[in-house]
């Protein structure tokens, strides 16, 4: 049984944008803190961003800025916008709730 379904990647040239959507079962989503990971090639996965059940969020220094994410608890539904997007931000992207994940979904982006 899916219980993390993400979608939005795609091919974008640097400077682009793209939104990044994770839909999750309801009984995962409810009160759970998000989080969306990505993994480039021959690296290890890293955390992007967090969202706690009341909207918090935190972001690393390397996305700051440049990312946003967010949740609609009626949809449960997380959301990763991302700005200004350079080619070192080509990976795959998971959502998480911290027991459960998604499948991934891939954003590259040409120079």
């Known amino acids: 049984q899916v219980q993390l379904v993400e979608s939005g990647g795609g091919l974008v040239q640097a400077g682009g944008s793209l939104r990044l959507s994770c839909r999750a079962s309801a009984d995962i989503f409810s009160g759970a803190t998000m989080r969306w990971y990505r993994e480039a090639p021959g690296s290890q996965r890293e955390l992007v961003a967090t969202?706690?059940?009341?909207?918090?969020?935190y972001y690393p220094v390397s996305v700051k800025g440049r990312f946003t994410m967010s949740r609609d608890n009626a949809r449960s539904t997380v959301y990763l916008q991302m700005y200004s997007l350079k080619p070192e931000d080509t990976a795959v992207y998971y959502c998480?709730?911290?027991?459960?994940w998604g499948q991934g979904t891939r954003v590259t982006v040409s120079s």
């Open positions: 969202i706690t059940p009341s909207g918090g969020t």
């Open positions: 998480s709730s911290g027991t459960d």
